[in-house]
Every structure is written in structure tokens, then in C-alpha cells.
């Protein structure tokens, strides 16, 4: 256990309460833990994985791109049945059970293109969750969202754990055995589904704009827009990665380290985030997220040798995944407000973690066999993009109008 995680859920439980009734921290957090625990097989070692199986950078990139190409789909399909029906409990236990089974086709067999459509069908369920999870545990928290890290952490926290283990275990173990971890962990974000319970959105005040009017506002489009480049800019680092550390003679443990480090950073910030986001502010922290996206590739493509500089460029991922995502959610929270809380968050995934990380994976995939270092580098200017659109199209205005107060 983290230090001073009692004394966080505490707080949270104390000051998130909505209605009179005790925010289920553990339960909600247990949820995300479980559901990163799949990221955390997934991500480091699916590379591996794949090239164990003998394909091509060019197939890897196709069966990752998979992975992410169904969140362009099926969050905007299962947040508006969310939105619509308001029984996202129900939503997040069918997609979580689902999930589960798709993926045991993997299993069965491991040929190309029966992988391609197991991985399309389980990533077509597993992708309803998250979004929809995502507006539940702002509807726990109530009138106090700015706590929502506080909760978000244990995903990173099963994170951490599990690409530790794993990098261990694989360093003595066949990469073969991949498949069956990560089914064991979708089996318990079904189980840990079970036990949280529905809580209505709550709409407050709301200006009455439908969801098109507030979609196609220009701070909203820059928003998505630079979301979705920065998952470009990931689409290397998440497909290629560890088959990069590897060419450097990188052991599987030091690599598991590795992309631990980065998740303990990202906890580290998300303890803090409650405090940086009324005192930062929204749009100045989206900015230095992004900057430091665009230095982070550049460093992991420029001097993969030095484990010294990778350890440098390791603990930006507090910024440029912790940071960025808990001002996406404000930012989705503040844009969308409680009528259309489901719609947003789904296209939010869509757009970023979807097409983003779709489009990513695809062009590592291209240019991988060309050139590593260039691969990288394309991320970097990907970032640098993102920053330039979100410097630009996500205004001070807009900043003051998401930016939370401190309470």
C-alpha cells in the first residue's frame, strides 16, 4: 500500500460524499486497478508477444492498431446508450463479461487473422468500459471531481505491479503465457463490477446546448484535436517499445522497470493533481504536458543507449500521460457538464485513445522497419503539433471557464 493512502481515501470518503452516503473508494479504485492490470500486460509485452508469434513490425502494427481502432467505434456507441438509458452500471458489467469471453478466442488459436478478429471482437466490449466507468466515479464524487486522482491512482498502481511481475516472470518464463495473465485480469474487472452500485449524474446548472452545439466549439475541437495527436505520438512508445529496448540488450526485467517507473511517476502526480489543478490551471497544464511530450520522444529516439537518459525520459510520463489525461477529464467534465457527461467522455476516448492510438500504431508499424530513431522522432513532432493547436484553439477564456476553484 502506497503511503498516506489511507489518510487520501479518508479525505475523499469524507469530502466526496454525495446524497449523505460514503464514496466507495476501494471498490471504485479496485476497478481501475484491475482494468490497468490489463494495460499493464498488455502494453509492455503485447510487442513481445507478437513477435514471439513470428509476425511482421508491419502485422504488429496492424493488430495494435486493432486495439485501439475499436475505441473509435463502440465508446460513442455505449455512451450514448449510457447517456440515453442512464444504466451505465449494467453497460460496464455486459462489456466487462464480454470482454472476457472474446478474448479467451485468443486461447483457441493465434494465426493472423483469427487474431485480428479476436482482438477486434473483446476490444469492441472492453472499450465500453472505461468511459462509462469514467462518468460513474465522477457521479460518486459528486461536487468534488478535483478528487477523482486520488481514486484514478490504483489503476496505476495495478499497473505498476503487474509490468513488474511480468517482466520478472518472462525474463524465466515462456512470452507465450501472455494471454493467459491478461484473462485472469479481464475475468476480475468483470468480478469487481459487481460489487459498485449505480449513481445518477447529477445535471446541476447547465446551459441547455445539445451535445453537437458544445462538440463543435473551437476550444472543444483543438481539445480533441491535440488529444488525438498526442496518442499519435504514443503509438511507438506503446506497439514498439520494449522490442526498442531490446535492440540495446535491455534485459526484460530492466525493460518491466522501465515502463514501471513511468507509471510510479504518473502516481505520484495523480496524489497532487487535486491541489495543481485550482492553483495550475487547466489550459497551463495542458501546455506543459504536451512540451514535455515532444521532449520525451525526442530523448528515447536520440539516446536509447544511456538507461540513465530513459530513466529521465521515464518520469515524464507524469506529465505527459498522468497530467494530460486527469485535465482531459476536467476538461471533458467542465466542456460537457452532466447531460451529456457519457457522450463526452466517449468521444474524448474516440478521438485520443482511439483514432489517436490507432493512427499511432499504424505509422510505427510503417516506418518501424526504416528506422527506429525516425519513428520516434515522428512522435516528437506529433507532440509538437498538438501543442502549437492547443496553444492556439484552447483559449485563456475556455481555460477560466473549466478551471476549478479551489475549495
Not at 484553439?393 to 476549478?404: F, I, M, N, P, R
Request: proline share 2%; aromatic share 16%; with cysteine.
Amino acid at each position: 500500500m502506497l503511503p498516506g493512502a489511507d489518510s487520501n481515501a479518508d479525505a475523499v470518503a469524507a469530502n466526496g460524499a454525495v446524497g449523505g452516503q460514503a464514496l466507495p473508494y476501494w471498490r471504485l479504485s479496485g476497478f481501475y486497478f484491475f482494468y490497468f492490470s490489463v494495460l499493464g500486460a498488455l502494453v509492455p509485452f503485447w510487442g513481445l508477444y507478437l513477435k514471439s508469434l513470428n509476425y511482421s513490425a508491419k502485422e504488429i502494427g496492424i493488430v495494435s492498431a486493432m486495439l485501439a481502432g475499436t475505441r473509435v467505434v463502440a465508446p460513442n456507441l455505449w455512451g450514448w446508450l449510457g447517456d440515453k438509458t442512464g444504466q451505465r452500471l449494467r453497460i460496464i458489467r455486459v462489456g466487462s463479461f464480454m470482454a472476457c469471453v472474446c478474448f479467451a478466442g485468443i486461447l483457441v488459436d493465434q494465426r493472423f487473422g483469427w487474431l485480428v478478429w479476436v482482438v477486434a471482437a473483446y476490444t469492441f466490449f472492453w472499450n465500453a468500459v472505461l468511459a462509462q466507468f469514467e462518468v460513474t466515479t465522477l457521479a460518486h464524487l459528486g461536487r468534488q471531481p478535483q478528487r477523482y486522482s486520488l481514486i484514478r491512482l490504483w489503476g496505476s498502481v495495478g499497473f505498476i505491479l503487474v509490468v513488474v511481475g511480468l517482466g520478472f516472470a518472462f525474463d524465466h518464463l515462456s512470452i507465450r503465457y501472455l494471454p493467459l495473465f491478461i484473462f485472469f485480469f479481464l475475468a476480475m474487472i468483470w468480478v469487481s463490477s459487481l460489487s459498485i452500485v449505480e449513481r445518477r449524474v447529477e445535471h446541476g446548472s447547465e446551459s441547455g446546448q445539445g451535445f453537437w452545439q458544445i462538440l463543435l466549439q473551437k476550444p472543444v475541437l483543438c481539445f480533441l484535436l491535440a488529444s488525438f495527436l498526442l496518442q499519435v505520438s504514443f503509438g511507438p512508445y506503446y506497439t514498439f517499445y520494449s522490442v526498442y529496448l531490446e535492440t540495446y540488450h535491455y534485459s526484460r526485467t530492466v525493460i518491466g522497470f522501465l515502463w514501471a517507473l513511468g507509471v510510479i511517476a504518473e502516481v505520484l502526480i495523480f496524489f497532487v493533481m487535486h491541489r495543481l489543478l485550482p492553483t495550475c490551471g487547466v489550459r497551463n497544464l495542458l501546455l506543459f504536458s504536451l512540451g514535455m511530450a515532444v521532449l520525451r520522444w525526442w530523448l528515447i529516439a536520440c539516446y536509447a543507449e544511456s538507461v540513465v537518459i530513459l530513466f529521465f525520459a521515464q518520469l515524464l510520463h507524469a506529465f505527459t500521460f498522468g497530467t494530460a489525461h486527469a485535465v482531459a477529464i476536467e476538461l471533458i467534465r467542465s466542456f460537457f457538464g452532466g447531460r451529456h457527461q457519457g457522450q463526452g467522455q466517449a468521444v474524448y476516448s474516440a478521438a485520443s485513445f482511439g483514432a489517436g492510438g490507432a493512427v499511432g500504431a499504424a505509422v510505427a508499424g510503417l516506418l518501424w522497419d526504416a528506422s527506429a530513431v525516425l519513428t520516434f522522432a515522428v512522435s516528437s513532432g506529433a507532440a509538437a503539433l498538438a501543442l502549437l493547436i492547443a496553444w492556439v484553439g484552447v483559449t485563456e477564456a475556455a481555460h477560466k471557464s473549466c478551471c476549478l476553484k479551489a475549495k
